[in-house]
């Protein structure tokens, strides 16, 4: 049980899910931030990956200006989330301080039209709208969607 879901935990059992023959994806911050991460943690993380090219793996962030380490990691993709256009200085910042090969950004819940996004050497986007009970109560128009989509794919 965790006792305060602010106080970060690591559960080292969990990394045997990775050890599977069948090639998957894993979202590795799906309940955490990787900037909460302890550098210990990620590097029992990191090696474990190693340990298994046959998955891909996916790490987010709201807070890449806390981070910064290298990785040569072929099969983990490095992400920022980015719901407005005050936050696309994560983009950048996650490009300075995560020095990997393979970067992407969730555009998830698009909250306003981010306008011309610097995309370079980003490899993969997600894009969507608020979901669940809130979703009514935000609106991501539709040529925000496509803007992005048509930058990504000018690249």
Do not use: C
Request: net charge negative.
């Amino acid at each position: 049980m965790i006792d305060d879901f602010a106080d970060p935990e690591f559960f080292p059992g969990k990394l045997k899910m990775m050890e599977k023959k069948r090639p998957q994806n894993f979202l590795l911050t799906g309940m955490s931030d990787l900037s909460g991460w302890k550098p210990e943690w990620r590097d029992e993380v990191f090696a474990k990956i190693r340990e298994n090219p046959q998955h891909q793996f996916l790490f987010l962030t709201k807070r890449p200006d806390l981070l910064d380490f290298d990785t040569d990691l072929e099969n983990a993709w490095f992400g920022v989330t980015v719901t407005r256009k005050a936050e696309l200085w994560r983009i950048d910042a996650l490009r300075k301080n995560v020095r990997a090969k393979h970067y992407h950004v969730t555009f998830e819940p698009l909250f306003d039209d981010p306008g011309t996004v610097d995309l370079s050497g980003i490899n993969w986007i997600v894009v969507g709208t608020m979901t669940g009970v809130q979703s009514r109560k935000v609106h991501t128009e539709p040529e925000w969607t496509w803007s992005l989509t048509d930058q990504a794919h000018a690249l």
